[in-house]
Nanobody, 123 residues
Framework: QVQLVESGGGLVQAGGPLRLSCAAS????????MGWFRQAPGKEREFVAA????????HYDDSVKGRFNISRDSAKNTVYLQMNSLKSEDTGIYYC????????????????WGQGTQVTVSS
C-alpha cells in the first residue's frame, strides 16, 4: 500500500491556473494507477482524472476535459493535476487516489487515499 500526500491547493480567481501535486510513499516499487477526485460542499465525491502506471494513458471527466491535465513523474513518485481556466464549480476538496487497477481508481474504489487539499475558485 502507498501513502499519499496532496499539496498545491489554495484560492484562485476564476479563469486562473493552479497545479496540484500528490506524492506517494511506501510501496512505491509497485505499479499503480493514480487519480484525482473532488468533493464540493454538500455534494458527493466525484471523479476528476486518472492516469495509468506508466503515465501514458490519461482519463478525464467530461467536466474538465480540455482544461485539466494529469501527469506523473515516476522518478519522484508524484502525480500532478494542472488545472487551467478554473471555474467556480471547480471549488472543492481535491483528493488523490492510488490502486493497482485504474478501473478501481476511476470508480472511487482505490485502496489508498490522501487527506485532500482545498481548492477555492472565486468569481
Amino acid at each position: 500500500q502507498v501513502q499519499l500526500v496532496e499539496s498545491g491547493g489554495g484560492l484562485v480567481q476564476a479563469g486562473g491556473p493552479l497545479r496540484l501535486s500528490c506524492a506517494a510513499s511506501g510501496r512505491t516499487s509497485d505499479t499503480y494507477a493514480m487519480g484525482w477526485f473532488r468533493q464540493a460542499p454538500g455534494k458527493e465525491r466525484e471523479f476528476v482524472a486518472a492516469i495509468n502506471w506508466s503515465g501514458s494513458i490519461p482519463h478525464y471527466d467530461d467536466s474538465v476535459k480540455g482544461r485539466f491535465n494529469i501527469s506523473r513523474d515516476s522518478a519522484k513518485n508524484t502525480v500532478y493535476l494542472q488545472m487551467n481556466s478554473l471555474k467556480s464549480e471547480d471549488t472543492g476538496i481535491y483528493y488523490c487516489a492510488a490502486d493497482g487497477a485504474i478501473d478501481l481508481v476511476m470508480t472511487g474504489l482505490a485502496y489508498s487515499w490522501g487527506q485532500g487539499t482545498q481548492v477555492t475558485v472565486s468569481s
